[in-house]
């Protein structure tokens, strides 16, 4: 599962952020391997309409969705990379995930003191970025800049490829149901929520695609793969066995099976396509795979 660590200066909001995330957790993390909950780290389902899609024009009732792991990873200060604070302890956790979800402070709130005297962006970055370079610590980056509910539809970002939300507005989504967050975000101009935003931006960073199982016609599930994902690798993600006794990939795009109705239509038609285990997946395929025991 791709793991997220959030980090950023005391008093970023990472707090208000993480604790928003959790409300959004899947409660239920047995169909994801090797996952445990623990205090600090949130299992978030990716958003994705053609999961829903699949599985309704399927008559499939149970879905599982692709996730991310977020990890709250505490003690980031000036002097990390030499142990200052919990330095030792934000080291070893940012050495175990896929990239870094920095949070920017930019709200300003005078009941909760800015770290470094007075919001900068830049310079916050800065600061993260050096603790990183010095302890030796390279990774793919993804800039969320806080900001004061007021100014999300101010359309200038003071770096280049962030994502501007509101933690406090995040918060107060993740007590409201869909339909009701969809009529807030509505009011404030807003097509999306910033989670959603972030998660797509954790794809792109990632050079992430989604393809699809149908198990048995019982259970629709998401998988997020790298771009250029081969089979025989594919298979192996979803269960070791399909990995070792792997005979052939019947595939075909979701869109392509929901005009068929059916995999069985879809096969008729000639939609349904075998591969072998150097088949290069593509975002969207819905695939079967075939192995021995």
Not at 24 to 36: L, M, S
Request: aromatic share 6%; net charge negative; glycine share 8%.
């Amino acid at each position: 599962m791709l793991k997220i660590g959030i980090v950023g200066l005391p008093n970023s909001g990472k707090s208000t952020l993480f604790n928003a995330l959790l409300q959004r957790q899947i409660a239920e993390v047995a169909e994801y391997p090797f996952t445990t909950i623990e205090p600090n780290v949130g299992v978030v389902q990716v958003p994705d309409e053609r999961l829903t899609t699949i599985s309704k024009a399927m008559g499939i009732e149970k879905t599982v969705p692709a996730a991310i792991e977020f990890i709250d990873i505490a003690g980031l200060a000036k002097g990390a990379h030499e142990g200052a604070g919990l330095g030792n302890q934000f080291l070893g956790h940012i050495r175990e995930v896929d990239a870094v979800l920095h949070l920017v402070r930019s709200f300003h709130n005078p009941n909760v003191p800015h770290s470094e005297g007075s919001p900068d962006p830049e310079k916050d970055v800065n600061i993260v970025e050096e603790e990183l370079s010095q302890a030796g610590i390279e990774k793919p980056a993804i800039y969320v800049i806080n900001i004061d509910e007021k100014d999300l539809a101010d359309t200038e970002i003071p770096i280049a490829g962030a994502v501007k939300i509101s933690a406090k507005l995040e918060s107060e989504l993740s007590e409201l149901s869909k339909d009701e967050q969809k009529a807030y975000l509505k009011e404030l101009g807003i097509e999306k929520t910033g989670f959603e935003r972030v998660i797509k931006l954790c794809y792109e960073l990632l050079d992430l695609i989604t393809f699809f199982t149908i198990a048995g016609g019982k259970q629709a599930q998401a998988w997020p793969v790298k771009k250029g994902t081969h089979a025989l690798d594919a298979a192996g993600i979803v269960h070791t066995d399909m990995q070792k006794g792997f005979i052939k990939a019947e595939v075909i795009l979701w869109n392509k099976l929901i005009e068929a109705k059916s995999w069985k239509a879809a096969a008729e038609k000639g939609w349904v396509h075998l591969e072998g285990r150097d088949y290069i997946l593509t975002d969207g395929d819905v695939v079967e795979f075939k192995f021995n025991l």
